[in-house]
């Protein structure tokens, strides 16, 4: 039942914001951050963007492309961890309101490492993002 809550937040939310509140500062990486992260086995880095996002961009090396939008988020989230709800989980979208909003409702659901890469793939007032800064990108392919 909360699964399918989730799920359907997720979905049904067509414009998110990120919330008001500043996080931590252990919460919010940058892009250099997370790949970093990410290569080193450090963390779990997840594009939760669409498939269509990702065809026009591309996917950031070491990036698992798991949208928010995909029913079996949680599933697919839970097979990559082992489980495992404190692992390091680090969520990347295109400007980080989206990655923001699902930290916060992955930490309802129990996460308790869910890290935001805050300036996203394509860079906001936070900084210029992940293409901006010149690090790897895979092609999409699926």
């Not at 940058?30 to 880095?45: F, I």
């Not at 990036?63 to 988020?73: L, W």
């Not at 996460?111 to 990108?137: C, F, K, T």
């Amino acid at each position: 039942m909360i699964r399918r809550h989730f799920l359907a937040a997720a979905i049904a939310s067509a414009v998110l914001v990120a919330s008001p509140a500043l996080a931590s500062d252990a919460s919010i990486i940058t892009p250099q951050e997370a790949h970093t992260g990410a290569r080193s086995g450090d963390l779990l880095l997840i594009d939760i963007r669409t498939e269509g996002e990702w065809r026009d961009s591309g996917v950031g090396e070491g990036a698992h492309a798991i949208s928010m939008r995909d029913r079996k988020f949680l599933f697919k989230i839970e097979a990559l961890t082992g489980g495992d709800k404190n692992a390091r989980v680090a969520l990347i979208c295109a400007q980080g309101f989206r990655s923001a909003w699902l930290r916060d409702r992955m930490e309802e659901e129990g996460y308790s490492n869910v890290i935001d890469v805050s300036q996203g793939m394509m860079g906001n007032e936070r900084g210029d993002g992940w293409i901006a800064q010149g690090l790897p990108i895979n092609a999409y392919t699926q």
